[in-house]
């Protein structure tokens, strides 16, 4: 493609974004000429007060529809994010007879990946609600209908939607890496490396954080019901920090990530649920896309593994349920469904306590503390998994291994396992439940990323 027919395609998505917010009300506009096509320049520029709370909804609404952009075979969306980071980490496999490269290639039968399959779509809902983040933070920059401390609010609450979207095409990247820079869409920024895009992303978390720290006791817009208890900016800077902490452990940076939990919503003795999440409702709104019926042909099944692995009586084993007949897929073969939602309308964590917990309780091993550390995981192993407390030895070695099962079994099928394991070096640890399966350490450069520009 030329360089010239790549730009209109990058200027039609945009405009595509904009009408699909326009459809569902995004903007509370005057009489639009041109009603298939909204122009960027209606909200870019001397955008209303109105508009701007509308574009927050939006931006709200793209962080949601990163979970939800095309259900059932998940071809871009965060259900999709789950079903590949999944059975890349072998924790679950997608069973569907009339798409069978979710087992051929994504557990490497094939021994490569295809940059331009389906399953890399993913990738494109992150970047919308990126790309939408930014557009309400050029918005709110460029009008006076907002007063200063307001404009610092959105700017925090952009900034941090920006770089937690970030984060998650990031770690499917990998060392393949991202763009950091897209101030000028049509002429983005190169790719930086997996540690440079970490330290870029920590950086506009900590932008962000100063700005909330700044923009006083109240958003100039409502949070959706999920964000309740973290809808201001001094609460939502907890939120913001705790997507830090994530990002500090990926760095190593350990007494960081402790002052950055601090910060956040962290209780060592608190509810593990606390956290935002995405609630969902029936139509006109949008279901669970990880919901499933259990027992159906096409589904997604957990590697056995996960349940022969287990502690017996563990708690966390209702994350999937016994299949009446095992599913099977070219030689894969699931017995159980996963369960992880109950129904259509269960909420999704997006980040909570027990995940903060078991970051201290990492920060802790690293920084040579194991007492500590051990009295975090026996929470997370009493109050989650209804297990003894940790009897084992006090090494370092042996409580890595405590942390990665207990993070395991707490955090199945939320994109973790993959990551984790790779960032310890022990992806050769995953299981190979086929002779020629191949553990990839990095999900392959979309097809139109490689192509911009050429």
């Given at each position: 493609?030329?360089?010239?027919?790549?730009?209109?395609?990058?200027?039609?998505?945009?405009?595509?974004?904009?009408?699909?917010?326009?459809?569902?009300?995004v903007f509370?506009?005057?009489?639009?000429?041109?009603?298939?096509?909204?122009?960027?320049?209606?909200?870019?520029k001397?955008?209303?007060?109105?508009?701007?709370?509308?574009?927050?909804?939006?931006?709200?609404?793209?962080?949601?529809?990163?979970?939800?952009?095309?259900?059932?075979?998940?071809?871009?969306?965060?259900?999709?994010?789950?079903?590949?980071?999944?059975?890349?980490?072998?924790?679950?496999?997608?069973?569907?007879?009339?798409?069978?490269?979710?087992?051929?290639?994504?557990?490497?039968?094939?021994?490569?990946?295809?940059?331009?399959?389906f399953?890399?779509?993913y990738?494109?809902?992150?970047?919308?609600?990126?790309q939408?983040?930014?557009?309400?933070?050029?918005?709110?920059?460029?009008?006076?209908?907002?007063?200063?401390?307001?404009?610092?609010?959105?700017?925090?609450f952009s900034?941090?939607?920006?770089?937690?979207?970030?984060?998650?095409i990031?770690?499917m990247q990998?060392?393949?890496?991202?763009?950091?820079?897209?101030?000028?869409?049509?002429?983005?920024?190169?790719?930086?490396?997996?540690?440079?895009?970490?330290?870029?992303?920590?950086?506009l978390?900590?932008?962000?954080?100063?700005?909330?720290?700044?923009?006083?006791?109240?958003?100039?817009?409502?949070?959706?019901?999920?964000?309740?208890?973290?809808?201001?900016?001094?609460?939502?800077?907890q939120?913001?920090?705790?997507?830090?902490?994530?990002?500090?452990?990926?760095?190593?940076?350990?007494?960081?990530?402790?002052?950055d939990?601090?910060?956040?919503?962290?209780?060592?003795?608190?509810?593990?649920?606390?956290?935002?999440?995405?609630?969902?409702g029936?139509?006109?709104?949008?279901?669970?896309?990880?919901?499933?019926p259990?027992?159906?042909?096409?589904?997604?099944?957990?590697?056995?593994?996960?349940?022969?692995?287990?502690?017996?009586?563990?708690?966390?084993?209702?994350?999937?349920?016994?299949?009446?007949?095992?599913?099977?897929?070219?030689?894969?073969?699931?017995?159980?469904?996963v369960a992880?939602?109950?129904?259509?309308?269960?909420?999704?964590?997006?980040?909570?306590?027990?995940?903060?917990?078991?970051?201290?309780?990492?920060?802790?091993?690293?920084?040579?503390q194991?007492?500590?550390?051990?009295?975090?995981?026996?929470?997370?192993?009493?109050?989650?998994?209804?297990?003894?407390?940790?009897?084992?030895?006090?090494?370092?070695?042996?409580?890595i291994?405590?942390?990665?099962?207990?993070?395991?079994?707490?955090?199945?099928y939320?994109?973790?396992?993959?990551?984790?394991?790779?960032?310890?070096?022990?992806?050769n640890?995953?299981?190979?439940?086929?002779?020629?399966?191949?553990?990839?350490?990095?999900?392959?450069?979309?097809?139109?990323?490689?192509?911009?520009g050429?």
């Amino acid at each position: 493609m030329t360089p010239i027919k790549n730009k209109l395609v990058a200027a039609t998505c945009i405009m595509w974004l904009l009408t699909i917010f326009a459809c569902n009300k995004v903007f509370n506009n005057p009489e639009i000429p041109n009603p298939n096509g909204a122009e960027l320049s209606t909200v870019l520029k001397n955008a209303t007060r109105g508009q701007i709370t509308q574009l927050a909804i939006g931006t709200f609404s793209a962080m949601r529809t990163g979970y939800n952009t095309n259900p059932g075979n998940g071809t871009s969306s965060y259900e999709s994010y789950c079903k590949v980071a999944g059975t890349l980490g072998r924790e679950v496999y997608v069973i569907n007879e009339s798409e069978t490269r979710w087992v051929n290639e994504l557990a490497g039968l094939n021994g490569a990946l295809d940059p331009g399959a389906f399953y890399n779509g993913y990738y494109f809902s992150f970047s919308s609600a990126r790309q939408t983040a930014a557009i309400l933070k050029q918005s709110a920059l460029n009008t006076n209908s907002i007063n200063a401390q307001e404009k610092l609010g959105v700017e925090g609450f952009s900034n941090t939607v920006i770089a937690f979207e970030m984060l998650h095409i990031l770690n499917m990247q990998g060392k393949n890496g991202i763009r950091t820079d897209l101030s000028d869409y049509l002429n983005p920024g190169p790719f930086v490396s997996y540690a440079a895009g970490l330290t870029s992303i920590k950086a506009l978390l900590d932008t962000a954080a100063n700005q909330l720290k700044q923009a006083g006791n109240a958003f100039m817009f409502n949070a959706p019901s999920g964000f309740a208890g973290f809808d201001t900016p001094l609460t939502f800077l907890q939120f913001n920090r705790a997507v830090a902490a994530r990002v500090d452990i990926y760095q190593q940076n350990w007494q960081i990530a402790l002052d950055d939990l601090n910060a956040s919503f962290f209780k060592i003795d608190g509810p593990l649920t606390t956290g935002p999440v995405f609630n969902w409702g029936v139509a006109p709104d949008a279901l669970n896309p990880l919901y499933q019926p259990l027992n159906n042909a096409v589904t997604v099944v957990a590697n056995n593994a996960f349940v022969a692995d287990a502690e017996p009586g563990d708690a966390r084993l209702n994350k999937v349920a016994l299949r009446s007949s095992a599913a099977n897929l070219v030689g894969i073969s699931g017995s159980y469904d996963v369960a992880l939602y109950p129904t259509n309308l269960t909420p999704i964590s997006i980040i909570r306590n027990e995940e903060l917990i078991l970051i201290y309780a990492e920060c802790m091993i690293q920084l040579g503390q194991y007492q500590n550390a051990v009295n975090a995981l026996n929470i997370v192993r009493t109050q989650a998994g209804s297990r003894p407390v940790y009897t084992g030895v006090l090494t370092k070695e042996a409580l890595i291994d405590e942390l990665l099962k207990q993070r395991r079994y707490s955090l199945f099928y939320e994109g973790h396992r993959w990551i984790d394991m790779r960032r310890y070096g022990r992806l050769n640890q995953l299981p190979l439940d086929q002779k020629r399966q191949t553990i990839f350490d990095a999900m392959p450069r979309p097809l139109a990323e490689v192509n911009w520009g050429k």
